[in-house]
């Protein structure tokens, strides 16, 4: 039993550990936000984008290290992938934004529940992209 579960995790182990980290990830992103609107009273526009950002510096760390475990070394290697990295956070982030915007803004739903159910859009776009562009150089390399 221990072997086949062995098995399968080294066969799923980026998957399993990109939905541990962004996961975690998405707690801290929450957490952020919670934080900012609750206790910090600030507007729920501002506290997406300062969650994003904290969210953002976690997920880059563990998903080089753990996740996709990147070999990129170099200074000019580490600042394109970490430039690509952004690049696409960036475009998850605005994504997010927007589908805050809409259904807060626009649509009057509650931000809460937007604020979780839009996160489950940028994860789902956040593997993409470091699976197709960002950390696609790993598997080419070996």
Do not use: H
Not at 97 to 104: A, D, T
Request: charged share 10%.
């Amino acid at each position: 039993m221990f072997k086949q579960a062995m098995a399968l995790y080294q066969k799923y182990r980026e998957m399993i550990l990109y939905l541990v980290f962004g996961g975690l990830t998405t707690l801290v992103n929450i957490f952020s936000y919670f934080v900012l609107t609750d206790l910090g009273n600030i507007q729920y526009l501002v506290s997406t984008a300062l969650a994003w950002v904290l969210s953002v510096l976690f997920a880059y760390f563990t998903n080089r290290v753990w996740v996709f475990q990147s070999t990129a070394s170099g200074a000019k290697a580490i600042l394109v992938e970490m430039g690509s990295f952004f690049g696409c956070r960036l475009l998850s982030g605005v994504i997010d934004l927007g589908i805050m915007f809409l259904c807060v803004s626009v649509l009057g739903m509650p931000d809460k529940l937007i604020k979780i159910l839009a996160n489950i859009v940028v994860i789902i776009l956040n593997y993409l992209f470091s699976k197709l562009f960002i950390f696609k150089n790993k598997k080419a390399a070996q």
